[in-house]
Structure formats: C-alpha cells, structure tokens
C-alpha cells in the first residue's frame, strides 16, 4: 500500500484529497458557497423555465433581466462593505430618489434654460451626472460622519436618511415627474440605442477572457515568488476555461436578442441599408447599462481586496475594538465607506431614471430592502467581517430572477413581496447554520 505523501510548502491540499469532487473544488479554490449560490440560480432559472411555458430562458427575457439588475447590482456592491463593518444602510432608495431627481431638474431645467446651455448640449449629461455625484457623495459624507463620530447608531440614522431623502425628492419638484432626460444621458439606461451592438461585444468577450487568463498567470506568479501553495495546472486551466466559457456564452445571449422590427427598419432606412425579405436582423448586444454594473463590480472588488482601504474595512468588521487598538483610524474608514456609498447610489439614479427615462417620485422605492437582501443572499454576513463583491452581485441576480420569473408566471405584486421576504429569512438562516457549524 502507498504511503502519504508528506505536504511541503508548494504542495497544495487537494494533493491529498480522494474524492474527485472535492480535489476538484479544492484544486481550483472555488468558494462552495458561491458554488452553492450558481446552483440555486440555475434551480431557479429552470423553474421558472419550466413553470412559464420557456418564456424565461430567452434571449430577449435575460437580457432585460441583466439590464433590471443593473441598479441593485451597483448599489450591492457598496452595501457588502457597509454590513462587513456591523453597519447598515436603510436610505439607499431614498437617495436614489432625491439624486435621480436631481439629476433630471439639472438637464431639463437648470442647465437648459436657466444657464442657458439649451437642450442638447453635450455637457448637459456630463454636468448632471457629475451634480448628482458631488449629492450623493455628500449624503453619504453627513450620515457617515454622524454616525462615526457622533456615534449614533448606523440604524437610526439612515432610518431617518430613509425617511428625510424620499421627503427632499418630492420637495425638489413639488412632486412633479421630470421628462424626458438628455438623449445621450438615455444611453445609460439601455435600450436598443443603449447597447454596443454584435462587433464590440465580442471585442469585450475577448478582452475579459484575456484579462482572466492574464490575471490567473500573475496570480501564480506572485505564489510561486513567495513560495505559497499553487494550484495544479490543470485547475489553472480548469478556471481559464470556466471563466471565458460563462464569459463567451453571456456574450452569445446578447448578441442572439435582436432589435424590434419597426426600429431596425427605420434604422435601415434612414441609413439607406435595403432590408431583405425575412427581415433586418441587428443584435442588441451588451447593454450599457449591464457594463457599468460589471465595471462598478470589478473596481469594488479590487478596492475590497487589493488596497490597504479594503483591509481596513475587513479589519474592523471582524474586531472593531483590535482594528482600533491596530493604529486604524476607524471613524474616516466609516466617514469612506458611506461616501463611497452615496456615489455608488448615484451611479445607480443615473441607470435608473435613463432607462426610464423620467425622474419620478416613486423611483428607488424599496430598493434599500432588495439592495440588503442581495448582499445578504450573496454571503455577506450581518455579523460583520464577511462577505463578497461577487457573491452579492450574484445575490442581486438572484433577486432579480425571483421578480423576473414571477412576473412572467403571472404573479400578483404582494405575493411576490411574501416569496421575496421568505427567501430573505431562509438566506440568514442558512449564513447561521453555516456560521454556526465553522466554529
């Protein structure tokens, strides 16, 4: 009988499992709750597959699905770091609502008429979103800063930011809807004109794959220079492969949903292009929208995970008294961490009103719970000290398949509320149960 091997310093672990399952998932370090997570969504997916005669495995129902998700997905991103640090951020929506607003007073009519750029100008999008920023920026800075250094609890005072916000928003234009936004802030929102088309999706595909293939060279670069554990080559290559196949097959998506009838032949027309018998086929490609989201998630990823900033928030989540102790100047890391919230629920007001086309006062309503309900399906835990961007941008695709799929079947709008509050309840449960058998 063979002997164990004896692990050394560049043996990895999964050289000693059996079980070619878990030698794989231990190969190739993939978190088991992550794995968890694509499975529930794949259960759901077919579901609801299933349950609407195939009306939810579509080209045209996943694109809009990933074009929906987009304003949750961008906001969940900053939230993750809010609840690792035992905070919480019940005002997101609210801040969505006033900044959305904001943004659609300056470019119909601040920047327009009273400042007299007149409609269309090209820096009318630039200065809105730009305006909306600097508010959502300073929302974040005031709640942040009462909170670290007033030290009033996070609860209480975006709870009362939930409450003031969605109050402004309706006091900017006595409550009046503001349409229609500039034509190039309409972009944002997607749309058949708010999307790259076939070529330059593909061009995204193949610069993805090789930044994934790039990433996971220096990755093992950087082990073997500090002489840490590597992954075998084959789950190197395993991880290649997975990555630019989801990557290459989202692409394909994409690009299979095409343009309505009526605007492909008025496109064709007006730029002289014949159109043939079974019709223009132009594909929708990658929404606008939908890059933002995955470009916001990706800085946040390497703000949470590659800078002394992103260490700091873990620090404090998992002991706020020894990160303290540690030299850590806790209070402007909170004053930071809100901030960079209110910014990111800017970016979000900019998705939002652009897709709608309109600044309303309805807009971002309950999207705080849907924001916190992402994060928390997606692994991060209420306790603190844990959590993921990825797992939370998947949380939100979750959520957002949920509604989705319920829409499609037919579903009345509370009982969609009921499901979503019970799939809430069941996700904190489950981060116990997991937490509780770690330790």
Not at 118 to 137: C, N, R
Not at 192 to 209: E, K, T
Not at 254 to 261: E, I, K, M, Q
Request: glycine residues 12%.
């Amino acid at each position: 009988m063979a002997e164990p091997r004896a692990m050394t310093s560049t043996t990895h672990p999964s050289e000693m499992v059996q079980n070619p399952l878990q030698r794989f998932l231990m190969a190739t370090e993939i978190d088991t709750r992550l794995l968890g997570m694509i499975g529930a969504l794949a259960i759901i997916w077919v579901g609801f597959n299933f349950f609407s005669g195939g009306l939810f495995l579509t080209p045209r129902n996943l694109w809009n699905l990933s074009v929906q998700t987009a304003s949750v997905a961008v906001m969940v991103t900053g939230m993750v770091l809010v609840i690792v640090t035992r905070n919480i951020d019940l005002s997101v929506g609210s801040i969505l609502g006033v900044v959305g607003m904001v943004m659609g007073v300056m470019q119909t009519q601040i920047l327009p008429v009273q400042l007299g750029l007149g409609l269309g100008h090209p820096l009318i999008w630039v200065l809105s979103l730009a305006s909306g920023l600097v508010v959502g920026v300073g929302i974040g800075a005031l709640q942040g800063s009462i909170i670290a250094y007033l030290k009033v609890p996070a609860f209480i005072v975006t709870l009362g930011g939930y409450l003031v916000w969605r109050g402004a928003a309706w006091w900017v234009t006595a409550g009046r809807t503001v349409a229609p936004m500039d034509s190039t802030f309409q972009l944002m929102g997607g749309g058949p004109a708010g999307s790259i088309g076939s070529l330059w999706s593909w061009v995204v595909a193949a610069i993805a794959c090789a930044a994934i293939v790039i990433g996971l060279y220096f990755g093992r670069r950087q082990r073997q220079r500090f002489n840490f554990p590597q992954r075998p080559v084959w789950a190197e290559v395993s991880l290649a492969v997975i990555g630019c196949g989801a990557t290459l097959g989202a692409v394909a998506v994409a690009n299979a949903y095409p343009w309505p009838v009526r605007i492909a032949e008025n496109y064709a027309n007006a730029n002289g292009i014949a159109v043939p018998e079974g019709g223009l086929f132009i594909s929708h490609g990658i929404a606008i929208p939908v890059l933002i989201a995955v470009g916001v998630g990706v800085v946040m990823t390497f703000l949470a995970t590659r800078t002394r900033f992103g260490r700091y928030v873990y620090a404090m989540g998992g002991n706020p008294e020894a990160a303290e102790l540690a030299g850590i100047n806790t209070r402007w890391v909170t004053v930071k961490i809100f901030m960079l919230m209110g910014a990111l629920c800017a970016i979000a007001a900019a998705i939002s009103t652009a897709r709608l086309n309109a600044a309303t006062n309805a807009l971002g309503t309950l999207d705080e719970l849907y924001v916190i309900a992402a994060a928390v399906i997606g692994g991060t835990s209420l306790a603190g000290g844990v959590g993921t961007i990825a797992g939370a941008l998947l949380g939100a695709l979750v959520m957002q398949s949920l509604q989705s799929g319920m829409v499609l079947m037919g579903i009345d709008s509370p009982l969609q509320s009921i499901v979503v509050g019970i799939v809430l309840v069941f996700a904190v449960w489950l981060d116990t149960l997991y937490r509780r058998n770690k330790h």
